[in-house]
């Protein structure tokens, strides 16, 4: 399924999905599990994917791309559109996008990076919502080890409820190193979030993961963001439900 009609997913009722599983999560306690993917589901990756273009822009004297800001970055992880955006001719973006590349592998998985994400709206409000639930808060991430240290301190940053939290209810669990498959990795930490309680709800913007999900624990609540993703062409499972952020705030019945 394309990225676009992914988006046409989400229906007019999301937030009732969302106070669902908040309500749930009320009634087990410490037994609720929820499981968060963080880039692109929790976090908005478009900061850290502008700095890091700005910066080759800088290094490579490229006015054009000196300039990049997030909004630039609004159609997916494709760094030739993002290039495009920025102003840059197809040419020119054929010609430095393998050096732009790499450019962008030495520095998007790391630490020192990951801190400029921002949080998808309502975020922050949610997981602490869920943590004041008494629930299980566990941040299940293809992020690997060597991130940590960033990632606890995007997430204090943006509001949101940071490992261990209180009692230890609060999990980040990481791949041990980069070159784990995301896929596999995460198949393979079902079994650990299944011992930790009831897998009341799961979160990913990912599709593949997001059905991984679904067949795992098909009691749960899947909700998949519809903000951006790999560019996979997957089809959603029936029942999983798409959100295209947290907010719980409908902007249409403000005063």
């Known amino acids: 399924m394309a990225f676009e009609d992914l988006k046409q997913r989400v229906r007019p009722d999301w937030r009732d999905a969302l106070r669902g599983i908040l309500e749930k999560a009320r009634s087990l306690g410490p037994q609720a599990v929820l499981a968060f993917d963080l880039d692109s589901t929790l976090f908005d990756n478009r900061p850290r994917q502008a700095r890091i273009l700005r910066e080759y822009g800088d290094a490579r004297s490229l006015r054009l791309l000196s300039a990049c800001e997030p909004r630039h970055w609004d159609t997916g992880w494709d760094m030739r559109a993002a290039m495009r955006a920025c102003g840059m001719e197809d040419a020119e973006v054929e010609q430095r996008y393998a050096d732009a590349r790499a450019f962008w592998q030495e520095r998007f998985f790391t630490s020192d990076y990951c801190v400029s994400d921002e949080a998808i709206d309502g975020a922050a409000a949610f997981t602490q919502a869920v943590a004041a639930t008494g629930a299980q808060v566990v941040y299940l991430t ?36 980069l070159a784990e498959n995301d896929d596999a990795f995460k198949r393979e930490a079902h079994a650990r979030l299944g011992r930790m309680g009831t897998v009341v709800a799961a979160f990913d913007n990912e599709p593949t993961h997001a059905n991984d999900y679904r067949h795992r624990f098909p009691e749960a609540t899947v909700i998949h963001l519809a903000t951006d993703h790999s560019g996979r062409v997957v089809e959603l499972k029936d029942g999983i439900v798409s959100v295209p952020h947290f907010s719980m705030e409908d902007v249409t019945q403000r005063a």
């Open 142 to 177: 293809g992020r690997h080890e060597a991130m940590r240290e960033g990632t606890v301190s995007c997430l204090a940053r943006c509001g949101m409820v940071t490992p261990p939290g209180v009692d230890g209810r609060v999990h980040l669990i990481m791949k041990p190193t």
